[in-house]
């Protein structure tokens, strides 16, 4: 079992970065593959960025490629989300989401935080 809590969210220009934390707290963190997850108002919850246990695999989604990077630190047992080129299309509530099995289309996500708000203006 995990327990997680984002922080980090607020409003950021465009063309702005901004850094979301999730902190974990569990015995077996470092066991569990952790994605972000976002859902944009009237949209339903959409993954974002993957990274495995190990940190050495991770999947973004094509609209943030290039753009956002996934990481963790299991010894201090955290995980990032460096958002950079900010859009307002970007603008959601994210989510920090953990698994211990690898990213699926559709399931995925056995343990999930609150949320925390990113808006990003034009």
């Known amino acids: 079992q995990v327990q997680l809590e984002e922080s980090g969210g607020g409003l950021v220009q465009a063309g702005g970065s901004l850094r979301l934390s999730c902190a974990a707290s569990?015995?077996?963190?470092?066991?569990?593959?952790m994605g972000w997850f976002r859902q944009a108002p009237g949209k339903e919850r959409e993954i974002a960025a993957v990274i495995s246990w190990n940190g050495r695999s991770t999947y973004y989604t094509d609209s943030v490629k290039g753009r956002f990077t996934i990481s963790r630190d299991n010894a201090n047992q955290l995980v990032y989300l460096q958002m950079n080129s900010l859009k307002s299309e970007d603008t959601a509530v994210y989510y920090c989401a953990a698994d211990i099995i690898s990213f699926r289309p559709t399931g995925w996500g056995r343990y999930w935080g609150q949320g925390t708000q990113v808006t990003v203006s034009s």
């Open positions: 569990g015995r077996t963190f470092s066991s569990y593959y």
